[in-house]
């Protein structure tokens, strides 16, 4: 155990939050994805997270770095240096054979692979790139249900204070989605094919980085951001409660449209 992971406020924060954070990690959702269809149909979806977690990561960056002109020094460079590390690798990932691409874009090839629907998504980001009013475009989607409601709970959070954005992108992506992918990977052997180099590559990846780099140095900025500060140790649970519950929420959808998929059809 790392010497933050020992400091008094962040093990009292995680040992409030576990139960939520055990009952994401014991979803059903993970069991269903057994064959192609199952994994076509949880990408459709989960790819709207892949893309909203660069925003997530962005307003990080907008809060904790410099990205104006005229440039001044963060107030804390270990800080910047962890969140533009990560801008780094997120947004422009070595793929191997000389080819940079974002996580986003690696999930995309990743869903060519396995013949997953991508429309939806590139459709939606087709109207982003012509709206300047993104939360009018939100909007729009008021009466969806699942990737829809996921996504404004993480733009919600992206106006947040720092250490409240800090611990949705801890404890929201960071902290379980080493967790998660194994527990998916567990469940895909037919994947090791080399045909499934990108999606491979893609979960692996964030098992490796968010696990063993990624994930404890997240915990450092949580402790900077949140100090001695009762109240903002206090709000950043809030936050993780929240992200933690956006993701249950989003996967109870899933599941339950893989569910209306293996309904037989009627005719």
Aim: hydrophobic content about 45%.
């Amino acid at each position: 155990m790392s010497t933050v992971e020992k400091i008094p406020q962040l093990e009292e924060f995680e040992t409030r939050i576990a139960k939520n954070r055990a009952a994401l990690l014991a979803h059903p959702i993970y069991g269903e994805l057994k064959d192609m269809r199952t994994i076509q149909v949880f990408m459709k979806s989960h790819v709207f997270a892949v893309w909203d977690f660069m925003s997530l990561l962005k307003a990080l960056q907008r809060q904790l770095t410099c990205i104006e002109v005229p440039w001044l020094p963060a107030k804390d460079a270990q800080v910047a240096r962890f969140i533009n590390e990560i801008v780094l690798g997120e947004e422009t990932d070595e793929a191997g054979e000389g080819l940079y691409l974002s996580h986003f874009e690696l999930y995309l090839r990743a869903m060519e692979e396995v013949r997953a629907d991508a429309g939806p998504v590139l459709q939606f980001i087709e109207r982003v790139r012509a709206t300047a009013d993104f939360p009018c475009l939100l909007k729009e989607f008021s009466g969806e249900r699942g990737v829809f409601d996921f996504m404004r709970t993480t733009f919600a959070q992206v106006h947040g204070k720092p250490h409240e954005v800090a611990a949705a992108f801890l404890f929201g992506r960071e902290d379980i989605i080493p967790d998660m992918f194994t527990r998916i990977m567990k469940t895909l052997n037919l994947f090791y094919a080399p045909e499934y180099r990108f999606f491979r590559q893609y979960l692996e990846r964030h098992i490796e980085v968010d696990g063993d780099h990624h994930g404890p140095l997240a915990r450092k900025m949580l402790v900077s951001l949140c100090g001695e500060s009762a109240e903002k140790w206090r709000e950043a649970e809030q936050a993780a409660l929240v992200a933690i519950e956006g993701r249950i929420k989003l996967w109870d959808f899933i599941q339950g449209e893989i569910s209306a998929c293996a309904q037989p059809s009627k005719t």
